[in-house]
Every structure is written in C-alpha cells, then in structure tokens.
C-alpha cells in the first residue's frame, strides 16, 4: 500500500507478558482505552473481531489481521467507506521493560496526522494503566 506511514515507539516499564495481556483481554484493554468497564469485546486470532465503544461514542470495531504472542498485533478498524488499513504493534523485550513499536500506512495525509497524534497517546495511556496493572 502507498501512502503515509508512520512508526512511532515507546520504551514501557513492565514486561512484554504483561503489556500483551493489557492488549489481549478485554477488561485491561478497557482499562487501556479508557472505556466503561465490561465494553470491550475481543476475539485475539487472525479474523478474530474486536469492538469498544467509548464513552458517549458509537462502537469501534475492527478485526485482527496477525497475532504473535507476546511479539506482534497487527489489527484493522473499520472506517465507514473506506478501506482498513493495519496497525501494526511489535514489542521487544528489553528484560523487565518493552519497546512497543506501532507502524501504520495511511491514505492520507490527514488520516496520518490523526493516526500517529492517537497512537502517541496509545501509548502514553498505555504506559501510565500497565504501571496500575
């Protein structure tokens, strides 16, 4: 796909088990997203569907495209008349801390300026909720 990528990346103090599962089961991945708890609805496998529905807002959803445990989660999230593109996040080990790595193309310019502003504070929020985990 051409376009705009991104890559943006943050060193997070918890271990990589630990920021998988933040991002795999539904009640931290709604603590992460600072959703209602309970509104978070994961299916963690290649096609698996995911769905969030923030305060106030109508649902997210998407799906997964690659699941690597503790290594890589590659997901997609539906856009009203567009096609998806995925967000990659890889994870390093960093033994007893993480790297966490998101990358992702964009159409747009715009859509790229939106998508890397939300994952930069994807992963501000997630550093702050795995250090309450």
Not at 8 to 15: K, L, T, W
Not at 26 to 36: K, N, R
Not at 72 to 96: C, F, H, K, N, Y
Not at 123 to 133: H, Q
């Amino acid at each position: 796909m051409s376009g705009y990528e991104y890559t943006v990346s943050r060193v997070v103090d918890a271990p990589v088990e630990k920021v998988w599962r933040v991002w795999t089961e539904a009640e931290h991945y709604a603590g992460l997203f600072h959703t209602a708890p309970g509104s978070a609805e994961l299916d963690v496998r290649p096609g698996g569907a995911w769905k969030i529905t923030m305060t106030g807002d109508e649902p997210m959803t998407g799906t997964y495209a690659e699941v690597v445990p503790n290594k890589r989660l590659a997901t997609r999230m539906d856009i009203p008349g567009q096609e998806p593109s995925p967000m990659v996040m890889d994870l390093t080990d960093l033994g007893g801390r993480t790297e966490i790595t998101f990358t992702q193309t964009c159409a747009t310019k715009e859509e790229h300026d939106q998508s890397k502003e939300g994952s930069q504070i994807l992963l501000r929020w997630c550093a702050d909720y795995v250090a309450t985990v």
